[in-house]
């Protein structure tokens, strides 16, 4: 049995896609965390799965959610808004997001020796010093195939270190016909978890059967690099 942690990206279009391959990782006698903020917990739970907090004491349970109007405000996502608060009061988070992130990383491998951490492609600063300079066995995985980045650390001051392994959540043929062949990426099965728990139940007896149905689905736009 091997100890697996995921560490995605804190938004629900980070954490759910993981989910399927979580689940089946699981099934094969695997023990499965989940690492985040509190904010996420009780939904990861709802799946069945362990959840590890991080960055508790400065971002207890509610604190993203009191802060849902003020990130739709500034059009950024979760983590590069609590970056931003962070630098308001001149927090380590803020200095140095990516030591901030190892203190926390290595903080959890005192309590479990992971066998393999499974980082979002967003958050690679990350994955790339936990398996080069700690030795921690290390993949990314990416929910989409834009190369977007979480600036953990200064593009021009990044630690030189090589990318690690990138697992895709879809099969090759889904990838876009004319874009460059990626090094290092493979790719998997359709990922999406058709088992999982919702938190809320869509209201199927409001659509009419004499009326067509309307499917947009937005992209999460992320700009930082």
């Not at 690492?35 to 799946?47: H, I, L, M, T, W």
């Not at 960055?55 to 207890?60: G, T």
């Not at 927090?91 to 393999?116: G, H, K, N, T, V």
């Not at 990838?175 to 493979?186: I, L, R, V």
Request: hydrophobic fraction near 40%.
């Amino acid at each position: 049995m091997a100890n697996l942690l995921f560490l995605p990206v804190p938004e629900f279009g980070h954490i759910i896609p993981p989910l399927k391959l979580a689940k089946a990782l699981q099934q094969r006698g695997h023990r499965i965390y989940y690492v985040g903020f509190a904010d996420f917990e009780p939904y990861v739970r709802s799946q069945g799965l362990d959840y590890i907090t991080i960055f508790e004491c400065r971002y207890p349970k509610g604190y993203l959610d009191a802060r849902i109007e003020k990130q739709v405000r500034l059009k950024t996502d979760r983590l590069s808004l609590m970056l931003a608060e962070a630098r308001e009061t001149n927090d380590q988070l803020a200095r140095d997001p990516l030591s901030a992130f190892e203190s926390e990383m290595l903080r959890i491998f005192q309590r479990i020796e992971p066998d393999l951490v499974i980082v979002d492609n967003m958050l690679r600063d990350l994955a790339a010093l936990l398996a080069h300079k700690h030795g921690a066995p290390a993949v990314r995985l990416a929910v989409h195939f834009e190369e977007a980045r979480i600036a953990l650390s200064d593009s021009r001051n990044s630690p030189p270190y090589p990318p690690v392994p990138a697992l895709v959540l879809c099969p090759k043929e889904i990838d876009f016909s004319g874009s460059a062949k990626k090094q290092n990426y493979y790719y998997l099965e359709a990922s999406v978890d058709v088992d999982k728990q919702e938190t809320q139940v869509f209201p199927w007896e409001r659509l009419h059967e004499n009326k067509p149905i309307l499917y947009c689905s937005l992209v999460a736009l992320a700009p930082q690099r």
